[in-house]
Nanobody
């Protein structure tokens, strides 16, 4: 079992920044690829970003490219999502997720472990 706990969400103005953190426990963190997803009210959960076990490979969706950065610190068992130039359409509950084995990342069904989510609100 892997336990994931997100933090760092909050209320920010348009154009502002937040850094989300996801702390993992329970298993060897570096064995897991990590992803960030988000879900806005009335919408499906959306993939946002992913990072491979070592951190050597990352991917972010086009709508956040150049604004969001995913990173990880395996010594601290933590994955981060740095979000800059936030827009109202970025507002959602953000979830981190973990998967092992194959480096596939864009579908929620690939991930076996999920955090409880952290709310991001962007005021216009």
């Amino acid at each position: 079992q892997v336990q994931l706990v997100e933090s760092g969400g909050g209320l920010v103005q348009t154009g502002g920044s937040l850094r989300l953190s996801c702390a993992a426990s329970g298993r060897t963190f570096s064995n897991y690829h990590m992803g960030w997803f988000r879900q806005a009210p009335g919408k499906e959960r959306e993939f946002v970003a992913a990072i491979s076990q070592s951190g050597g490979s990352t991917y972010v969706i086009d709508s956040v490219k150049g604004r969001f950065t995913i990173s990880r610190d395996n010594a601290k068992n933590t994955v981060y999502l740095q979000m800059n130039s936030l827009k109202p359409e970025d507002a959602a509950v953000y979830y981190c997720a973990a998967k092992d084995k194959v480096w596939t990342y864009s579908k929620s069904t690939y991930y076996g472990y999920w955090g409880q989510g952290t709310q991001v609100t962007v005021s216009s």
